[in-house]
T-cell receptor, first 114, second 116 residues
């Protein structure tokens, strides 16, 4: 069965600092992986998705993630944090191959300090 | 396009009451989903549908029912509300998933439900 683990429920960085949000997955089939962002009182919005075409995936708002099969990881990074990046971030894996049944991690809240 | 819309935004229910959470999308998406979000737990899939007349259970379907009579609408029904159903509910939609191509799910703004 597929699963996702996000290390750290809260991450705090200073404005301008590197953002690193960790995600590890478990999958018995080649995984389809996603990062979603949720701003307060809003629905989820796709940041980026792994399509197997390239291991380094670039998303919106300057975020990117690298798929590392050997480490079963899909960590999310951004070189320089902005105040507007403060939100909750979810990593997700397709739960059954390619049906759209996503399995979400528990989420990581990113705090950006001035 | 309005995208995915959900009503109501917030509701308080008494134990044992019933209600329907409405979800509508105007993107002509075949696939639709219902999730619930609990603090520290991420999102859990309740039910999903791959087209009108076709629904299937997700991870946590107990206590809920769905129907899909049109492409646009995917209502979620709670028959006998319980405190354990206090949560935020999100509806999402996407185009069909094909081999090797993962489609983006578009989420509605959510319905916050409190069962007392």
């Amino acid at each position: 069965a597929q699963s996702v683990t996000q290390l750290g429920s809260h991450v705090s960085v200073s404005e301008g600092a590197l953002v690193l949000l960790r995600c590890n997955y478990s999958s018995s089939v080649p995984p389809y992986l996603f990062w979603y962002v949720q701003y307060p009182n809003q629905g989820l919005q796709l940041l980026l998705k792994y399509t197997s075409a390239a291991t380094l995936v670039k998303g919106i708002n300057g975020f990117e993630a690298e798929f590392k099969k050997s480490e079963t990881s899909f960590h999310l990074t951004k070189p320089s944090a902005h105040m507007s990046d403060a939100a909750e971030y979810f990593c997700a894996v397709d739960g059954s191959g390619n049906t759209g049944k996503l399995i979400f991690g528990q989420g990581t809240t990113l705090q950006v300090k001035p | 396009n309005a995208g995915v819309t959900q009503t109501p935004k917030f509701r308080i229910l008494k134990i044992g009451q019933s209600m329907t959470l409405q979800c509508t999308q105007d993107m002509n998406h075949n696939y639709m989903y219902w999730y619930r979000q609990d603090p520290g737990m991420g999102l859990k899939l309740i039910y999903y549908s791959v087209g009108a007349g076709i629904t299937d259970k997700g991870e946590v379907p107990n206590g809920y029912n769905v129907s899909r009579s049109t492409t646009e609408d995917f209502p979620l029904r709670l028959e006998l509300a319980a405190p354990s159903q206090t949560s935020v509910y999100f509806c999402a939609s996407s185009t069909p998933w094909t081999g090797g191509h993962q489609e983006t799910q578009y989420f509605g703004p959510g319905t916050r439900l409190l069962v007392l």
